[in-house]
């Protein structure tokens, strides 16, 4: 601020200047006005100056409130009109504001900065012209009537006559209903991501009842495979990795415990609703179990920065951030976290709400917790006094308990006194951004007779990990500690540990939030109490408001937002776009929905039916809407060539799990265990070492777990497995709430090369040699319906049966090429002819028609 104005608002500020009384409409508004016309646009350089009502005066920007009735030197609105700084001033274009201009600024914030609240000062919304209408996704939802549709329009429920009518509207017929082969394979692959098993095609081709398929979507609910493959779909939208990413990209041993959390919260229904409130808050819930609280894993999800001398105050900040604009993106819709830096550029987001949203999350500390698996304890306490003792007994030999005290007092003094010994300054950043509790400083400063197990099994297993890095290399060689890490290492793999997971938990002692200026953490503007976006539903009352009321809050019927959001992501999985197809934009940059009507009473019915997910996959893959036939329709091709309207069911390529998990099923080489830990199955050597500085490891999985499936793929951000990547698998750094679908060249090498399908192909091969009949055309018949649920056509039988003979014909004159694709024979099968049938097994797994879901 210049001195001569900083005088000058102190005079004012005193009441040393006085006016005769101020009249709002006739002197203020036309100054406001004036200045919101010239600046409007601009409220980043403006401090986030918003001028158009009272209440938006009175909240103020980043630099404080724009008026403070009585007391104008405080005001941040005279400051700017009165500064001398080119780049702040007001307004940003046309005359500056005469001295006497200012000076009725003043008087009117002195006198009590009186507004009446039918005034607003903006031009563009001043009572000749009408207000901006509401945006469609912030206003309520509302249960619309069912449209009435023509008795030619078949309608097997509600979707089927907002659909219908609809198309009746436009003079479309519907496509007719797909046949019972396309059919159950489609419903197979959507409820379980798993195609049919031949056994399961068999039963319900010969059920004549008017409801078998009814009864196959009822199997496919109570299977425990729909939990995994609605769980991929979510588990996108949490941005879940088993890594921590950035340059050290460190593996997390308990990631996996939220994907069980979520798996098993799918199959046994749990309500939508209580789903979000416990991954927002469920350790805040009243008497909360295990579960509730390893349910808000869900944001520890966020990359973490574990890099020697990062500032831990910006990465803290950034994990806030990411959880904010996660949240918006999940749960809302929402592109929140463009208001970061300034107010939303199109949607009515301020910055200072973004940051009100993002004080939820500020007292949220990082906890690990103990979360048993069933059957897990009784093996853990049997085990326990002999892993304490042998441990005890480790330590003890290499001499550690004499020498961590010593080790715990430098680090206290190192951080006391930064720069005075620089070994000792890198060992103590080490320490605090790898040291795997959330706060490494409350666990060195508590007493460690206070400390709990896990606290100083944790300080101990970094000091002997780390110690090197203060001691001369001929004094930690003469310790062995490397020999001593080896053995902690192997005693803690072969005891039955208990599970732990991921979660969060309420920090004792609160934390402040204020709005960054610029987004700059080191730039604070003024603090904010937790409080969520005006322009939605109203928050409950709350005197603290805590990351529960939030939970509350966004799963209110009143929200405009969380239940069209779902419905719509639901649409999408079963449809390949949604009703509005911008699933992660219901801003005023999305896209409007295609059925308006539809999508409220979507979002009312799943309200009204207790939030209950099956429910609603049921109501949508029983319609007849869902039900037609995928098949081009040339009538289509210019009138609704992306099948907005959906006058037929939509091809969709599979995702890049669920093409792996289909090649495996086939085969028989599927592991169909669901939940546990990450795996490692085969992939092309040389990927593992693209990471920074070979810090990743990749240790193949040995016996089924290397065959299970694609859900279960340990997830490393740094070097993600390659045949998810080409396959279009989400990018774990962010919430995705929609994969693309990309077809090139190395997806067909993908399938032709990759160990996986090659192993695929080779046990397909002996599957249809040993299972089918001995005639070629039986066996090949045997071979589609294992791959593609359906008989080939003679055609394809013809242009195979040539296949197969070219590929016998040059494995009789290169039998080593012959053993190379099958190493080990088909008992009573010719080698070459058991060779042909892997090569054509590994066409079929390589169709168009394999990946697609028709």
């Not at 104005?5 to 203020?28: K, N, Q």
Request: glycine share 6%.
């Amino acid at each position: 601020m210049d001195v001569a104005v900083g005088l000058l608002l102190t005079f004012v500020g005193a009441g040393m200047l006085s006016a005769a009384e101020v009249d709002f409409t006739r002197e203020v508004a036309p100054l406001l006005r004036s200045h919101c016309s010239a600046c409007h646009g601009a409220q980043q350089q403006m401090g986030g100056l918003r001028l158009d009502s009272r209440e938006a005066a009175l909240r103020g920007g980043y630099s404080g409130p724009a008026i403070k009735p009585g007391r104008s030197g405080e005001s941040t609105l005279i400051l700017m009109v009165s500064s001398m700084n080119p780049k702040r001033f007001m307004p940003l274009s046309g005359p500056r504001l005469t001295s006497g201009e200012v000076d009725t600024l003043r008087a009117w914030i002195d006198q009590g900065a009186a507004w009446p609240a039918s005034e607003i000062t903006k031009d563009q919304t001043s009572p000749s012209t009408p207000a901006k209408p509401v945006h469609w996704s912030f206003r309520p939802v509302g249960r619309p009537g069912l449209p009435a549709v023509s008795t030619q329009m078949q309608v097997r429920n509600p979707i089927d006559a907002f659909i219908r009518a609809r198309l009746e509207a436009e003079g479309i017929k519907p496509s007719p209903e797909a046949d019972r082969t396309t059919l159950i394979r489609r419903v197979t692959l959507d409820l379980t991501g798993l195609p049919p098993t031949n056994t399961e095609l068999d039963q319900f081709l010969s059920d004549s009842r008017p409801d078998a398929y009814e009864r196959v979507v009822d199997r496919l609910l109570r299977s425990q495979h729909y939990g995994e493959k609605w769980a991929r779909y979510w588990l996108d939208l949490s941005r879940y990795a088993d890594s921590d990413g950035y340059e050290k990209d460190n593996v997390r041993p308990h990631a996996w415990r939220y994907r069980n959390y979520v798996i098993d919260a799918l199959n046994r229904d749990l309500p939508f609703d209580q789903f979000l409130v416990e991954q927002l808050a469920g350790d805040l819930l009243p008497d909360g179990t295990v579960e509730q609280k390893v349910a808000t894993g869900f944001q520890r999800n966020a990359v973490t920065n574990r890099e020697d001398g990062i500032d831990l105050e910006q990465y803290r900040n950034e994990k806030l951030i990411d959880r904010t604009a996660t949240f918006g993106t999940a749960y809302l819709g929402l592109t929140v976290g463009c208001a970061q830096c300034h107010d939303h550029k199109y949607d009515p987001l301020t910055q200072r709400e973004f940051y009100q949203l993002l004080a939820f999350f500020t007292n949220a500390e990082e906890v690990d917790v103990e979360a048993p698996l069933p059957g897990e304890r009784g093996p853990y306490l049997a085990a326990l006094p002999v892993y304490r003792e042998k441990r005890r007994t480790l330590l003890a030999k290499y001499h550690v308990d004499e020498l961590q005290p010593a080790w715990e007092s430098r680090m206290k003094e190192a951080r006391a006194h930064p720069g005075k010994w620089p070994d000792w300054d890198k060992a103590y950043t080490v320490f605090q951004v790898q040291f795997h509790l959330d706060d490494a400083d409350k666990v060195l400063d508590t007493d460690p007779a206070q400390r709990t197990q896990e606290q100083a099994d944790l300080l101990t297993d970094h000091f002997v990990i780390n110690y090197f890095r203060v001691i001369a290399k001929d004094v930690i060689e003469s310790l062995k500690f490397s020999e001593l890490r080896k053995q902690l290492e192997e005693l803690k793999s072969s005891t039955p540990l208990l599970s732990q997971a991921q979660t969060l938990a309420e920090a004792a002692v609160p934390r402040k939030t204020w709005i960054l200026i610029r987004g700059d953490y080191r730039s604070h503007g003024v603090e904010v109490q937790p409080a969520t976006p005006a322009f939605l539903n109203p928050m409950p009352g709350d005197p603290a408001p805590s990351r529960l009321t939030l939970a509350t809050w966004v799963v209110s019927r009143d929200n405009p937002l969380t239940a069209r959001v779902a419905v719509n992501r639901m649409w999408q999985e079963f449809f390949g776009r949604g009703i509005v197809r911008t699933s992660n934009d219901f801003g005023r940059q999305g896209d409007k929905p295609s059925h308006p009507e539809l999508l409220d009473w979507l979002a009312t019915n799943f309200m009204d039916g207790g939030w209950q997910v099956k429910r609603m996959h049921r109501l949508i893959v029983t319609s007849a809407t869902y039900r037609q036939s995928s098949k081009a329709r040339p009538d289509l091709q210019q009138i609704d060539p992306a099948n907005t309207l959906v006058a037929r069911q939509s091809r969709i390529r599979l995702s890049a799990e669920l093409i792996r998990d289909s090649a495996l099923a086939a085969s028989d080489l599927l592991y169909p265990v669901v939940g546990g830990r990450s795996v490692r199955p085969a992939q092309p050597k040389g990927v593992a070492d693209l990471a920074y500085a070979s810090h990743v490891t990749w240790k193949e999985s040995e016996g089924p777990d290397r065959y299970r499936r694609g859900l279960y793929i340990q997830m490393q951000r740094t070097v993600p497995y390659p045949m998810l990547v080409n396959f279009d698998a989400a990018d774990a750094s962010v919430s995705v709430c929609q994969r693309g679908h990309s077809n090139t060249p190395l997806q067909a090498l993908n399938l032709l090369n990759d160990p996986v399908f090659v192993e695929a192909a080779q046990a397909l091969a002996m599957r249809i040699l040993k299972e089918g009949p001995p005639a070629f055309s039986e066996r090949l018949k045997y071979a589609f319906r294992l791959c593609l649920a359906r008989q080939p056509t003679p055609t394809e039988i013809d242009s195979l049966a040539s296949y197969f003979d070219t590929q016998k014909t040059m494995f009789q004159n290169d039998l080593k090429a012959a053993e190379v694709l099958l190493p080990f024979g088909v008992k009573g099968n010719d080698p070459l002819d058991s060779a042909a049938w892997a090569a054509l097994a590994s066409v079929l797994l390589n169709l168009d028609e394999f990946i697609t879901r028709e």
